[in-house]
């Protein structure tokens, strides 16, 4: 080593800062830039990190992309089967959602032989049916199956662009966030877009007006549904000009829509003139068809209701709901696998108290549930009530079994929820 240089020197090869382009000073030691190269390729040849120079070029895109994850086609017959474990009834609307699904993604993978040219285009959906009748429910049991990206987002929130509110591209930006912002898995994934209806325009009369809220986010739904490259903020948020976007193609991303459509049913049955009178009039034949009057809806209707026409032939496929009578309401509370009594006997299970509901009381908590007309939802609101006093006093002590019967469930909608400790414990 040459005594007379000065200045810092690499401990290694004995270069000064000005003969390399840099020097990383440790514990009275020098290393420099050259040092630490032949430093990496040495740990690479014995089987350690690759070489800076081996590894590939870190990608202009702002977010990394992970590795895609693969999916499985499954049958309409093996999609309903499984629907059919976490929802009770709406056979017709499983049937329509499960050939929708396996087509979509069959036309993805190319399993259909492309003949002639023969492009086949995406068909998205819409549902139509009371609350908590099972339209986000059904939606959310089709990803699990077939494990794609999912997400939820609800109409109400978008506004025309430039106005104060969330843009429509929202959607793609949350798709995006829940399968980690692989664009290639969002471009695969199902997105439910709920409370289609709130966006209705208030007249079928063309606005001369702006309607931030109703027609204008329904035109810039039109791209968005038809399938279009659109440009994404990584964070989410409003764009501004300067941003780094993300670009992902909604080609193959299969939108489902739902809504309640409150209104609806009235508007289809002055069409089909359910109120007719007369001697050959069949009365159970009307009394059906006002019961489930929704699945008789057509896109003539809900073009009335304030869907414009680009919207509706953007959603070819139109599915009802109907609605939940007593039998499938308590079979909701004890069949599926994923049941309010189970969930809520799990919760006890985790402090070692098995939880037992009489019979009557599950009676009961349809009857109110059908009362309230909040569908599978009241189920929920209903469990709550009953056995809150329950979930808070017996933690922590010795109690080993919990038994609640009729008269403990009818006096907490008695409004005497506050003096009760009737239900039975042991």
Not at 217 to 240: C, D, N, T
Request: with cysteine.
């Amino acid at each position: 080593m040459d005594k007379k240089k000065k200045g810092p020197q690499c401990s290694f090869c004995g270069k000064t800062d000005k003969e390399v382009r840099f020097l990383l000073k440790g514990d009275k030691a020098f290393i420099c830039d050259l040092c630490i190269l032949e430093s990496s390729r040495a740990v690479a040849d014995m089987g350690g990190i690759p070489h800076p120079e081996d590894m590939p070029r870190r990608q202009s895109n702002p977010v990394a992309q992970p590795p895609a994850v693969p999916f499985t086609i499954k049958t309409p017959k093996e999609i309903k089967e499984f629907l059919d474990q976490y929802v009770i009834g709406q056979d017709v609307a499983k049937k329509i959602l499960s050939v929708a699904v396996y087509n979509h993604y069959k036309r993805i993978t190319n399993q259909v032989v492309n003949l002639d040219d023969v492009e086949i285009e995406k068909s998205n959906i819409i549902l139509i049916g009371e609350t908590g009748t099972g339209k986000t429910l059904l939606a959310k049991t089709i990803a699990k199956l077939l494990h794609v990206p999912f997400a939820i987002a609800d109409a109400t929130v978008f506004t025309e662009a430039g106005y104060v509110g969330e843009d429509v591209e929202s959607i793609i930006t949350r798709l995006l966030q829940n399968c980690n912002y692989n664009v290639a898995d969002a471009e695969k994934g199902i997105v439910f877009v709920d409370e289609i209806d709130k966006i209705a325009r208030k007249s079928e009369n063309q606005s001369i007006t702006r309607d931030v809220s109703g027609e204008g986010v329904q035109q810039s739904l039109l791209k968005l549904f038809e399938g279009s490259e659109i440009l994404v903020p990584p964070q989410g948020g409003r764009k501004h000009p300067e941003q780094k976007m993300i670009k992902v193609d909604t080609k193959n991303i299969l939108f489902i829509c739902g809504g309640s459509f409150d209104g609806l049913a009235n508007m289809i049955s002055r069409r089909m003139n359910t109120h007719a009178i007369g001697f050959n009039v069949n009365q159970q034949e009307q009394e059906d068809k006002k019961n489930n009057i929704l699945q008789y809806a057509s896109a003539q209707d809900l073009k009335r209701f304030g869907l414009i026409p680009e919207l509706l032939g953007r959603l070819p496929i139109i599915s009802s709901l109907s609605p939940l009578d007593a039998p499938m309401l308590k079979s909701i509370l004890l069949t599926p696998k994923n049941s309010l009594i189970k969930q809520y006997s799990k919760l006890f299970e985790l402090e070692h108290i098995k939880l037992t509901v009489e019979e009557t009381v599950l009676d009961f908590i349809v009857e109110k549930a059908l009362e309230y007309k909040l569908g599978a939802r009241g189920l929920r609101s209903m469990c709550e009530s009953i056995l809150t006093e329950a979930m808070y006093d017996t933690p922590g002590t010795k109690v080993k079994h919990v038994t609640i019967n009729l008269s403990y469930a009818q006096n907490i909608f008695n409004k005497h929820a506050h003096t009760l400790t009737n239900y039975t414990y042991s």
